[in-house]
């Protein structure tokens, strides 16, 4: 089955990038997304990629796709301590296959953003 | 506009108890989807819906049952709770076409 995979924990200093990665199993996936889950509370969509895209920015982050490695980073610039959350990588099959858009998330990175 | 509502947001059970997760939603979506979410393992699909009156088996359906009567509600039944259900339920919801899930606040179960 699917499988997605994301180191636990990055740690970051304000104002600095942060870089968090995700390497991923089903090269069928059409969709890559990245959600992010503040404390309490459920995810909210931060991004997505089609994977026939190599890069896609929007203000401070940055997603970059390697699909031959299934490879998906998430960039963030100058960090800040409101951006201190969980975040997500998921792949999805698509919203047009009928199989009803099923996710497949990762483990989650916590992202602590330090002083 | 509530958006997805999940009630209750607490609940502890005893070992065999029985209860049901409501999640309701007034976005008109026709797609509802529950989750569990455990510790170093991210979010996982229990069940989904695509339309009312339908469902279909997730990643981990075992010992969960769901009913689509309405389409604004999703439910999510534990017949016989058990201490591996314990864990943090979401349901959440799209459009079909759409490409984001909007999520529920959660509800914190506990099974003692």
């Known amino acids: 089955g699917e499988d997605v995979e994301q180191s636990l924990f990055l740690s970051v200093r304000e104002g600095d990038s942060s870089v968090i990665n995700c390497t991923y199993t089903?090269?069928?996936?059409?969709?890559l997304y990245w959600y992010k889950q503040e404390p309490g509370a459920g995810l909210q969509l931060l991004t997505y990629?089609?994977?026939?895209?190599d890069m896609k920015q929007d203000q401070r982050l940055t997603v970059l796709l390697n699909k031959k490695d299934k490879h998906l980073s998430l960039r963030i610039a100058d960090t800040q301590t409101g951006d201190s959350a969980i975040y997500f990588c998921?792949?999805?099959?698509?919203?047009?296959?009928?199989?009803?858009?099923?996710?497949?998330f990762g483990t989650g990175t916590q992202l602590k953003v330090e002083l | 506009n509530a958006g997805v509502t999940q009630t209750p947001k607490f609940r502890v059970l005893k070992t065999g108890q029985s209860m049901t997760l409501l999640c309701a939603q007034d976005?008109?979506?026709?797609?509802m989807y529950w989750y569990r979410q455990d510790p170093g393992m991210g979010l996982r699909l229990i069940h989904y819906?695509?339309?009312?009156?339908?469902?279909a088996k997730g990643e981990v359906p075992d010992g969960y049952n769901v009913s689509r009567l309405k389409k604004q509600n999703f439910l999510l039944g534990l017949e016989s709770a058990a201490p591996s259900q314990t864990s943090v339920y979401f349901c959440?919801?799209?459009?079909?076409?759409?490409?984001?899930?909007?999520f529920g606040p959660g509800t914190r179960l506990t099974v003692t």
């Open positions: 089903d090269s069928s996936s059409t969709y």
């Open positions: 959440a919801t799209t459009q079909g076409g759409s490409y984001e899930q909007y």
């Open positions: 976005m008109n979506h026709e797609y």
């Open positions: 990629i089609f994977s026939n895209m």
């Open positions: 819906s695509v339309g009312e009156g339908t469902t």
């Open positions: 998921a792949e999805g099959e698509g919203i047009l296959t009928g199989g009803g858009n099923k996710l497949t």
